[in-house]
């Protein structure tokens, strides 16, 4: 009754489905493993930070390049602010308000330059009443301290990469960006300053990037439930197809012939005393 399985439609059937499910439950394992090495990169992140804050300053040569466990360490800098290049960074939120950070180039004594946000201010970058709230930076030789970053991307929060900016202006943080507006290196790294001059806030440090539980994060733990539910179906399918046949080959071995649209259509057997 069972010999359909032999037949070459089943065998296509059952290499198809024993291929099949093996593969799924792997890729959903490994999305699911994706997500729980993203799980604990954020908890290590988050001890990291915890430690970063607490952590004594280090010059910034020795935290470079920026990593996972560079990110939000204390960095001193020393050198002059370039006043004649500093830029603002529009829509840029604090707090749930709007503004935007103030940013200045430390030319250090190494001869780079080093983005340093030191503040920011609500409203508009783009207006003279609120930009002319902006203190002017120290004059001389200083030592700047303040949280190390990694430079942002298109794809970091807050970044504007559309539509273009007035002069003075700045979208992105980034030595790529600054390296077009100024005639000297760029670190490909920035500070925010702990302490800010009133009347503008410090802004806090960010996590490092792809250390977080962010939209990747889910993706993965979207893309192991979809995996494991195609393994679900390719082995219900199976079964279903398989018991379909089971019966189809269990009404023939009745002599129940199936009509055009199933067993049910088939011509039913009369009687005797019903054909008389």
Request: glycine share 10%; charged share 20%; proline share 8%.
């Amino acid at each position: 009754m069972y010999r359909f399985l032999l037949t070459p439609r089943w065998w296509g059937i059952n290499v198809f489905a024993v291929l099949a499910i093996p593969v799924c439950l792997f890729m959903g394992s490994w999305q699911l493993s994706r997500f729980e090495t993203r799980v604990d990169s954020h908890r290590d992140q988050q001890t990291q930070a915890d430690a970063a804050r607490t952590a004594d300053s280090a010059p910034l040569a020795d935290l470079l390049p920026v990593s996972t466990e560079t990110s939000g360490r204390r960095a001193t800098a020393t050198g002059r602010y370039d006043t004649g290049h500093q830029l603002l960074v529009p829509d840029r939120d604090l707090d749930a308000r709007k503004g935007f950070y103030v940013l200045t180039l430390l030319r250090t004594d190494a001869g780079k330059a080093l983005p340093v946000v030191r503040g920011w201010l609500p409203g508009d970058a783009g207006s003279k009443d609120d930009t002319a709230k902006i203190p002017a930076p120290p004059s001389g030789r200083v030592t700047v301290a303040g949280a190390l970053q990694a430079s942002e991307s298109p794809s970091s929060k807050g970044v504007r990469t559309s539509g273009g900016l007035p002069q003075g202006q700045l979208g992105v943080i980034s030595a790529a960006s600054l390296v077009n507006l100024v005639p000297y290196g760029v670190y490909d790294a920035w500070i925010t300053v702990s302490e800010a001059a009133a009347p503008l806030t410090a802004v806090p440090a960010a996590a490092a990037p792809n250390s977080g539980l962010d939209l990747k994060a889910f993706q993965n733990l979207g893309y192991t439930g979809e995996w494991f539910v195609f393994a679900g179906f390719v082995a219900f399918m199976w079964v279903r197809l398989y018991r379909r046949e089971a019966e189809a080959a269990r009404d023939l071995a009745l002599g129940i012939t199936p009509g055009p649209d199933g067993p049910d259509d088939a011509p039913q057997k009369r009687s005797p005393a019903e054909a008389a």
